[in-house]
């Protein structure tokens, strides 16, 4: 990376600005070095995109003296003490308001008709994705407002059509989202939202992906506020949990087709096996209310070296849950393709069952029955989402139940050692499903993750 500015970035004292950021990074939402004490944020490239406004890519360095992280800061530069309304103001410097790009709408506008234009850059890559309908844009863009519902990047809408997603943290290579959602796209795929470019620039190491824009889905609820609205109602969920079941099956036979799947091999089965046991042994450390469940873990680890031939891997989504699909009148559509923020690109890119998806999604059936569902309000989602995935994927998911159950205690193990730093009062939540997938919850009825 080069410590270069272009010729024509707004004028600004690096120094001070640099200071600036090392007191405002640790406070914004999607920063994931909160743990660690940190020394400076530096900035190490500038990319100017209008005469007022930049994308700054800055690298987070802490004082324990481990790696330094990488984060995407776009800025506008105002010439005036006073922001504009809604600006949040990182530094004022003379009589100069320097804000957060994302609150800046000239910048926003300016970002999405470079990428419509597939515009020229030094140093950045505005992509335009052939043949979209509703793109590009048929004028200037008028209207942009916050989407305000993620923790690890920042997305605006535009004029209730476009979602402009920049990603903060930032990884050498293809960030899934642009790279799954490109694939499903190709394939037709009715599941995912509209993808009509990217930005992109290319660091000493390689490129790195730092925008997509999609389509905004307007009036759609996701899964998590239709599943809670639900429980708290008292209503069955089974339909729309069918529904889910099905997109989520019909987006990995997509995957699939589009990027390739194998066998599970021996190795893959050892690996998986090694991870999961390192994961409980971690969270032991940490998590005492694991220890009467410790050995029938292990056990369910182990089985996985014994798995009968017909498992295969492939892409998957990786990180779902009810909240990562939306719903507009009886479509699913399964969103937030990115993978976790703070592994590298090659991590994100693993190959892995599409159980692990499936196991996510009955995990997450059963937090939001903890909200006050009936008896057998989850199993019942649970089984239905199964069902539905299995009709149209032409595969049970129980068909392969040592893995799933696998799959399933691993997600609940790592939620235990999740609620116990954050939400100690919501362990009870993962501790009650490991009791009933190993057997111990005498009121757990036989049959698997979906019982």
Same mark, same amino acid.
């Given at each position: ?225 239709? !599943? @809670? *609205?639900? /429980?708290? =109602?008292?209503?069955?969920? +089974? #339909?729309?949990?069918? &529904?889910?079941?099905?997109?989520? $099956? ?32 971690? !969270? @032991? *450390?940490? /998590?005492? =209310?694991?220890?009467?469940? +410790? #050995?029938?873990?292990? &056990?369910?680890?182990?089985?996985? $070296? ?146």
């Amino acid at each position: 990376m080069s410590d270069a500015v272009l010729a024509d970035a707004p004028p600004i004292d690096t120094a001070r600005l640099e200071r600036a950021l090392t007191a405002w990074l640790p406070g914004q939402r999607w920063y994931a070095g909160k743990d660690r004490p940190l020394r400076t944020a530096r900035v190490v490239e500038v990319g100017a995109v209008t005469p007022h406004g930049m994308i700054l890519l800055v690298e987070a360095e802490y004082a324990d003296g481990g790696p330094g992280q990488l984060y995407q800061v776009p800025i506008a530069v105002h010439p005036a003490r006073r922001p504009p309304d809604g600006g949040h103001v990182i530094a004022v410097q003379d009589d100069e308001s320097v804000i957060e790009g994302m609150s800046d709408g000239t910048l926003v506008r300016e970002l999405l008709h470079l990428v419509a234009g597939e515009r020229e850059h030094p140093r950045l890559a505005f992509r335009s994705e052939p043949r979209c309908a509703a793109w590009p844009p048929p004028g200037r863009v008028a209207g942009c407002r916050p989407l305000g519902v993620e923790q690890s990047n920042t997305s605006v809408v535009a004029d209730e059509r476009y979602v402009l997603k920049v990603f903060r943290q930032l990884h050498t290579g293809t960030n899934p989202e642009l790279e799954l959602t490109r694939a499903l796209r190709a394939a037709g795929n009715p599941h995912t939202a509209p993808l009509y470019g990217a930005v992109e620039t290319e660091l000493s190491d390689g490129p790195v992906t730092l925008a997509v824009v999609q389509g905004f889905l307007p009036g759609a609820a996701d899964g998590w506020t239709r !599943a @809670l *609205a639900a /429980v708290r =109602e008292g209503r069955d969920f +089974a #339909e729309q949990a069918y &529904a889910m079941g099905g997109a989520v $099956a019909a987006v990995h036979r997509d995957l699939a087709a589009r990027l390739g799947s194998r066998p599970m091999d021996e190795e893959h089965r050892t690996e998986l096996g090694e991870a999961f046991r390192t994961r409980l042994e971690q !969270a @032991l *450390a940490h /998590v005492p =209310e694991l220890a009467p469940y +410790a #050995e029938d873990l292990r &056990a369910a680890y182990a089985d996985l $070296a014994d798995l009968p031939p017909g498992p295969t891997v492939q892409r998957v989504h990786g990180d779902l849950h009810l909240g990562q699909l939306l719903c507009t009148g009886t479509r699913w559509t399964v969103i937030d393709f990115e993978g976790e923020p703070s592994c590298a690109m090659s991590l994100r890119a693993e190959r892995h069952s599409p159980l692990r998806d499936v196991a996510g999604m009955l995990r997450s059936f059963d937090y939001a029955a903890a909200h006050g569902a009936a008896p057998g309000w989850a199993r019942a989602s649970r089984g239905a989402f199964c069902r539905g995935y299995a009709d149209t994927s032409g595969t049970d998911p129980h068909a392969q139940e040592a893995l799933l159950r696998a799959y399933t205690l691993d997600k609940a193990v790592y939620e235990t050692a999740y609620e116990r730093r954050n939400r100690p009062d919501w362990m009870h939540i993962p501790l009650a499903a490991i009791a009933r997938l190993t057997g111990r919850d005498p009121a757990a009825r036989p049959g698997g993750p979906a019982s």
